[in-house]
Nanobody, 124 residues
Framework: QVQLVESGGGLVQAGGSLRLSCAAS????????MAWFRQTPGKEREFVAA?????????GYADSVKGRFTLSRDNARNTVYLQMNSLKPEDTAVYYC????????????????WGQGTQVTVSS
């Protein structure tokens, strides 16, 4: 079992930056790929970014955030960071972190653990 705690959300003006953190419990953090999703009311959860297990050598991003968001991991702190720059009002959502048991995030992985979410609001 992995427990995730997201932090760093808040209110920011368009063009600003935020850094989201996702801290994981447990001693096997390196064996989990990590990802971020976001959701707005009435819409399905949307993929944002993912990073591979271990050293995090592989990352992937949704087209809508590519070039603006950067995902990294610090295995010594059991934490991943989503640096969000040049924020737009359409980035407003609840952001969820997920730990996925495997080399890279997949719905089909044996175990996926979700955090409680953190609200990001970007004002125009």
């Amino acid at each position: 079992q992995v427990q995730l705690v997201e932090s760093g959300g808040g209110l920011v003006q368009a063009g600003g930056s935020l850094r989201l953190s996702c801290a994981a419990s447990g001693r096997t953090f390196e064996s989990y790929a990590m990802a971020w999703f976001r959701q707005t009311p009435g819409k399905e959860r949307e993929f944002v970014a993912a990073i591979s297990w271990s050293s995090g050598a592989i990352t992937g991003y949704a087209d809508s955030v590519k070039g603006r968001f950067t995902l990294s991991r610090d295995n010594a702190r059991n934490t991943v960071y989503l640096q969000m720059n040049s924020l737009k009002p359409e980035d407003t959502a609840v952001y969820y972190c997920v730990a996925s048991k495997g080399a890279y995030y997949s719905d089909a992985n044996e175990s996926n653990y979700w955090g409680q979410g953190t609200q990001v609001t970007v004002s125009s």
